[in-house]
Each structure stands twice: as structure tokens, then as C-alpha cells.
């Protein structure tokens, strides 16, 4: 987790806090007259209405809604209280860690120094493993088995210089590269290696932020019958079988005959999964 992140959810829960206080202006029970106090005379407790005026009513058995009322006034009250504190805590962290120097560079933050490096000194050195850049560097140099390499006649080469199998997936990789998303074409992804069960997804992906990796599929014959029940279902269920869903660690793009790939979708998946 990055400080952008930690500053995004921090944003997130400000505006969390400051929609449940509205909520708690305009609920019911704020209006109650009286607050409840809860007293323990000979072993009994028992509860009284206490108003501004100081003084009290017992409340019996008989006065039960009146004392749910002020017992969620009580909770209420208390909770506006403690998230008008949280929130101004968060504003102060948010102040902090948004805070800049004078020349506009945020100098407090790790991931961005190996990218404000002059030249001479980034082309002479690499990112730290512990920051994003670095992390997704050392990632992207990870090289799988090649005892199960697949093989393939690839034709289409990538902006990286390496060749995929289809305009589609050329598409997919061209998009992925420059919205900077180290990833890897064809890898040997192990489901149960014990077994030698491996599957090789068009494309593993590494969002560098949150540092999880996903599996993309793009499935391009959805119109061919045979493609349906011999490449998408047994690749499908073999999936689900080890716990490989879509949208958590599972991207699938599809296309057929009459419709190819949709480049916003493409598009959509980076941006909500990937950056």
C-alpha cells in the first residue's frame, strides 16, 4: 500500500463520518426530550428520564418505546461525538501527509524518489524492492518453469517486442504497457503443481499498488461451438475448481464473429482492477 492509497482511504472514511453525523442530525430520536439514567438501589437497577431541568421519572415496564428512544438518543449523541473527533484526526493526518515543500515536490514519499532521480543517476541504479516500482521490477523479471512452457506460432508483435497470437491480445498487451501494468504473456500458472495441473492465461498481471496478481483470459471464438465446449468450459471450471473467480483473481475479456473486442472494456478492467 502506497501513500496515495492510505491518503484515498483516508479520504474515503472523512467523507464516510461526515455522511453518518448528517444522518445523525436528522434522526428522530435526537429530538427526544430528557436523557436516560440508569441508578442500582438495592441490587435492582432501574431507569429515570432525567430533563434540563435536572429533574427525574422513573420509567417502568409500561414506558418501554420511551426508553428505547433515549437510549438510542444516548448512543447516537455519543456517536456523533466520537466521529466528529475521527474525522478531525483524519483531517490533520490528511494535512500531514498531503503537505508538500515549497518547490511543489513531496519529498516524504517513497515512491516517488527513484522517479525524480536525474538521469544519470536512474539509469545507474534500480528502485528499491520495498517500494512499488521496484517491487513490480523485480516482478516482472520472475521467468516461470519452462518445462511447462506452452508452445505457440506467435505472430503479432507487442510494443515490448514480444509476439502474442492474436490482434486481440495485441490490443489487450498494447493497453496494459502504456498504462504501465507489468505483465506476463502466456506464464505457467501452477493450480496444483503436485498434480502437474497448469494452466497458461493470456496475460498475468500485477496491479503495483495494492501488489496482487490477477489472471486474464480473453476469449476470442465465443461463436465457434466446438472453441465453446473444448477451450472456454473445461479452462472455465478448472478455474473455479481451484478458486480462481472472476474479479478476484480471474479478468475475462470475450469476443465473437460479429463482435470484437470492445477496447473500453479493455480500458475499464485497467482502471478498476489494475491501477
Same mark, same amino acid.
Given at each position: 500500500m502506497n501513500k496515495q492509497e492510505i491518503i484515498a482511504i483516508l479520504k474515503a472514511k472523512k467523507l464516510e463520518l461526515t455522511g453518518l453525523r448528517t444522518n445523525i442530525s436528522k434522526s428522530p430520536y435526537m429530538k427526544a426530550k430528557g436523557n436516560l439514567v440508569c441508578k442500582r438501589q438495592r441490587d435492582v437497577t432501574r431507569l429515570y428520564c432525567m430533563t434540563n431541568d435536572k429533574k427525574q421519572r422513573y420509567l417502568g415496564a409500561k414506558d418501554r418505546n420511551e426508553i428505547i428512544r433515549l437510549a438510542t438518543k444516548s448512543y447516537v449523541t455519543k456517536l456523533d461525538k466520537a466521529a466528529e473527533l475521527e474525522k478531525s484526526q483524519i483531517d490533520r493526518c490528511i494535512e500531514v501527509l498531503e503537505s508538500k515543500t515549497a518547490d511543489g515536490i513531496d519529498k516524504a514519499d517513497t515512491d516517488l524518489v527513484y522517479g525524480n532521480l536525474p538521469d544519470y543517476i536512474r539509469s545507474n541504479t534500480r528502485p528499491s524492492d520495498l517500494t512499488d516500482d521496484g517491487? =513490480?521490477? #523485480?516482478?516482472?523479471?520472475?521467468?516461470?518453469?519452462? !518445462?511447462?512452457?506452452?508452445k505457440t506460432d506467435n505472430v503479432y508483435e507487442t510494443p515490448r517486442g514480444e509476439k502474442v497470437r492474436s490482434k486481440s491480445e495485441w490490443i489487450i498487451a498494447s493497453m496494459l504497457d502504456k498504462a504501465g501494468v $507489468?505483465?506476463? @504473456?502466456? &506464464?505457467?500458472?501452477?493450480?496444483?503443481?503436485?498434480?502437474?495441473?497448469?494452466? *497458461? %492465461?493470456?496475460?498475468?498481471?500485477?496491479?503495483?499498488?495494492? #501488489?496482487?496478481?490477477?489472471?486474464? &483470459?480473453?476469449?476470442? =471464438?465465443?461463436?465457434?461451438?466446438? @472453441?465453446?465446449?473444448?477451450?472456454?468450459? %473445461?479452462?472455465? #471450471?478448472?478455474?473455479?475448481?481451484?478458486?480462481?473467480? $472472476?474479479?478476484?483473481?480471474?479478468?475475462?475479456?470475450? &469476443?465473437?464473429?460479429? *463482435? %470484437?473486442?470492445?477496447?473500453?472494456?479493455? !480500458? #475499464?478492467?485497467?482502471?478498476?482492477?489494475?491501477?
Open positions: 517491487f =513490480a521490477e #523485480r516482478w516482472q523479471k520472475v521467468k516461470s518453469d519452462g !518445462k511447462w512452457k506452452k $507489468p505483465y506476463r @504473456y502466456e &506464464e505457467a500458472v501452477p493450480l496444483n503443481e503436485y498434480f502437474g495441473v497448469f494452466l *497458461h %492465461p493470456d496475460f498475468t498481471v500485477l496491479n503495483k499498488r495494492t #501488489r496482487k496478481v490477477y489472471y486474464w &483470459e480473453h476469449f476470442g =471464438a465465443m461463436n465457434n461451438n466446438d @472453441y465453446i465446449e473444448n477451450n472456454f468450459m %473445461p479452462k472455465m #471450471r478448472e478455474y473455479y475448481n481451484f478458486g480462481f473467480l $472472476p474479479g478476484d483473481k480471474l479478468l475475462v475479456t470475450f &469476443e465473437s464473429g460479429g *463482435h %470484437p473486442i470492445d477496447t473500453t472494456d479493455v !480500458k #475499464r478492467i485497467i482502471e478498476n482492477f489494475l491501477l
